[in-house]
């Protein structure tokens, strides 16, 4: 029976993609078009655009009892999309209401015991993408298309690295991908089409728990291999991975295939497009990922996959990412010193930061941090300053942005460093670090100044690179005008 072995792919729809009623007709034509071509779609999606980042000021307004209008602008965006899909009040209220109504005691209750623990947190973010898959379900059932919504707790369990922060365990959390035959076998009974929220999770106590900001694509991998997926595809806001950030170099060129080391490069680096965690978790399982843009459903976008376009060293991508914190060791004794470097390591490790980039000279270790990726708390940067000061002298240098050129064998692509080399001319650069994996060249410069460095490193070494096999039309040819270009 054809059913027996259906041919699972997973498309997930990010933020932008599921907040106006004209995507959501997109939406309906690739779940057909899916269904037509012969596989069986589960989707996932992420909560409305803005509507993460308002659950977390939310929550801390909550602990002020500041909460009222951040409640009612959330409240707005749910209402302004419902109104779009053509849901009158009463439609809406049965699609979102009861979970509507239980966010708000959530919230009331964090004013009123004015506490805010990781794992309340971690509720109240969950909500953004319940509402929002209650709406795309209904709205995906008006446009003929009999969809099952499920909950995302029901099918993601997080497992426990031992190595986090209580805090990570709760908003940062991980799991399995590995092939899972019962969830495969539930979820081929079901008669309709499968929709879910992503960054969701529970933890093995039954509790909720999120995957991390921008987790959603994370969510939509860990299923796709428990389902050994045929493939992920991605659908967000530009149709793949480009040579820089669109939106910060327009003549940024589509990455029309990548192999999943290269992907993860520009992810980790700082390339927003995919999230870092949902690589590894299918480059193991060789299911292949797709990134496309509802906004141009027709362009080609991206394949992450094996081996793809094996070749001589080649530049890909210049990533930035910002919110880096320095921190800066310094100590005479340290030269020929035995063991500096563990002591020094170990504070961070005690205080549950995880360190990104180094590097050493005689009398100075440097260290960068990424805030974001560390859920930085007030305190934790200052508890690890009062431990390394009792083996250095310590200074910590705020709002940096790390710079990175990636692509395959970077050593052998140095000498043509040198007239970029004359930008870093005027710039105060705290940091320089070649990856080990020889993928990425590393600069850590104030953050203020990173755009204009990715723009000026962007022209001098990729904008006329290599084979249209790889390097496919730019941001401005795909979509003249599209992006503000004034930033
Ligand atoms: P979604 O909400 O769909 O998950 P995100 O905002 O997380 O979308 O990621 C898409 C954004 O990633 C794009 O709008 C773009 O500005 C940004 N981005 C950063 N670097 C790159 C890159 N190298 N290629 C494509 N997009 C990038
Ligand atoms: N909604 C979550 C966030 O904004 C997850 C996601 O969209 O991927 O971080
Ligand atoms: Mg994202």
Known sequence: MAHEHPRWIVLKFGGTSVSSAANWVTIANVVRARIAAGYRPLIVHSALSGVTQGLETLASRALTREHAEVFSDIEARHQSLAAGLGFTRDESEAAIGPDRRELRALVEGVALVNELTPRTR????????????????????????????LDARDLLTSVDRGNGSEAAAYLS???????????????????????????????????????????????????????????????????????????????????????????????TTGSKVLHPRCIPALRERGIPIHVHSTAMPDVEGTVIRRGAAEGPAQLKAISCKKSIVLVS??????????????????????????????????TNVTVSLDEEANLLEAGMLE???????????????????????????????????????????????????????DLNLTVVVDEDQADKLVRLLHAQMIAQAGSPDVFGPSWEELQPGALDHST
């Open 122 to 149: 971690a509720r109240l973010l969950a909500f953004g993408e319940r509402m929002a898959t209650r709406l795309g379900a209904e709205s995906l059932r008006r446009a003929g298309i009999p969809v099952t919504w």
């Open 173 to 267: 959390a991980e799991c399995d991908a590995a092939a899972d035959s019962a969830l495969t076998a539930r979820l081929g009974q079901l008669a309709g089409v499968p929709l879910t929220q992503g960054f969701t999770a529970r933890n093995a106590a039954g509790e909720t728990v999120v995957l991390g900001r921008g987790g959603s694509d994370t969510a939509a991998a860990y299923l796709a291999g428990k389902l050994s997926a045929e493939h992920l595809e991605i659908w967000t806001d530009v149709p793949g991975m480009f040579t820089a950030d669109p939106r910060v170099v327009p003549s940024a060129r589509l990455l029309r295939q990548l192999d999943y080391r290269e992907a993860q490069e520009i992810a």
């Open 329 to 362: 060791m310094e100590t005479v004794g340290m030269w020929q010193e035995v063991g500096f470097l563990a002591k020094a390591f170990a504070a961070f490790g005690r205080c549950g930061l995880s360190i990104d980039l180094v590097s050493t000279s005689e």
């Open 383 to 437: 508890r690890v300053e009062d431990e390394l000061s009792k083996i250095c002298r310590v200074t910590i240098i705020h709002t940096c942005a790390a710079v990175s050129l990636v692509g395959r064998r970077i050593r052998g692509l140095l000498y043509r460093l040198g007239p970029a080399l004359q930008l870093f001319e005027q710039q105060r650069i705290h940091l320089l670090s070649q990856a080990a994996s």
